[in-house]
């Protein structure tokens, strides 16, 4: 009897140590995104104060107004380029990864498993390393952007919405997710569809996608979230500060003689708001989309 009274107290004491190590993480991870709301609506004179103050003297709410509306083209220019690249880019990226994920894993042809390793090898190329091949190929697109058939003339798709979203459209992250959605589905409903006399077409768009909703939704919102989040490709394709997304938006707030963090953390706080109350709207699919995809943690 002693016995099991004694595991019950290590069990409950080793729990409690297990929930306040989650708790100091947690902490941990909350922590900067309070020092930024904190810091937006302080003074650049009292951020700059040592020691520093955790909580503003003054809550300078004006900070957010000046922040909108100081930028060359304004942080709602800014934001508005953001939500045009990263919802078109989305939905245009998934109009094209879904056709390609389900012909792999419902079609036989030959070369669909060499054609999905290359896929996946595209996976391991660095980000960096195609940055200037990416920019040559849309600067000399020919009949885009006043070029002629040779691609020469004129600008391509250099310094336009296009041009920051076209290389991403056949994202070999999102066919490989979806591609583990489509085969996470029983072979019997495509075999149903046959006999039935469906077109592959509304099968796909009736039965197959609505089976793997959550995974789509996934996958949705990890494209928007890396489009959202883009800096350095737009930084390069584009010249016009009207074009530009959020991410850019916010070095113009970075000056010779430095940061004004007050304005900064504020752009920063209209940067990320979104996209935290979109991952609140869909963590239930979110959550069941990374299982269903086979991704852990």
Not at 138 to 148: E, Q, T, V, Y
Request: charged share 10%; aromatic share 14%; net charge positive.
């Amino acid at each position: 009897m002693q016995g099991m009274v004694g595991a019950r107290r290590s069990s409950r004491i080793i729990w409690m140590i297990v929930l306040a190590g989650v708790v100091v993480l947690a902490c941990c991870v909350v922590f900067p995104f309070i020092w930024m709301l904190l810091t937006s609506l302080k003074t650049g004179e009292e951020i700059n104060r040592l020691p520093p103050t955790l909580l503003p003297e003054v809550w300078n709410f004006k900070n957010y107004v000046d922040a909108w509306l100081k930028p060359e083209s304004t942080f709602k220019q800014y934001f508005i380029n953001t939500l045009i690249i990263a919802g078109i880019g989305t939905l245009l990226q998934l109009l094209v990864c879904v056709p390609i994920a389900f012909a792999i894993t419902h079609f036989t042809f030959r070369g669909r498993n060499l054609i999905f390793m290359l896929v996946v090898i595209t996976m391991l190329i660095p980000y960096d390393v195609t940055l200037v091949p990416n920019f040559v190929t849309l600067r000399h697109i020919p009949f885009a952007g006043g070029n002629d058939w040779a691609g020469a003339g004129g600008q391509g798709f250099y310094d336009s919405y296009m041009g920051m979203m076209l290389p991403f459209l056949a994202e070999a992250f999102t066919i490989f997710l979806l591609r583990q959605a489509f085969l996470s589905v029983q072979k019997e409903y495509w075999e149903a569809a046959q006999v039935d006399g469906m077109s592959n077409g509304r099968y796909l768009w009736t039965v197959l996608l609505p089976l793997v909703l959550p995974a789509l939704i996934t996958t949705a919102l990890l494209a928007f979230i890396g489009k959202w989040n883009g800096v350095l490709w737009p930084l390069l394709i584009t010249s016009s500060e009207s074009l530009r997304p959020l991410q850019v938006g916010l070095l113009y707030f970075v000056s010779e003689e430095g940061p004004n963090y007050h304005l900064l953390m504020a752009a920063a706080t209209f940067t990320i708001a979104p996209i935290v109350l979109l991952y609140l709207f869909a963590q239930r699919w979110f959550h069941q989309g990374i299982t269903a995809t086979g991704l852990k943690g």
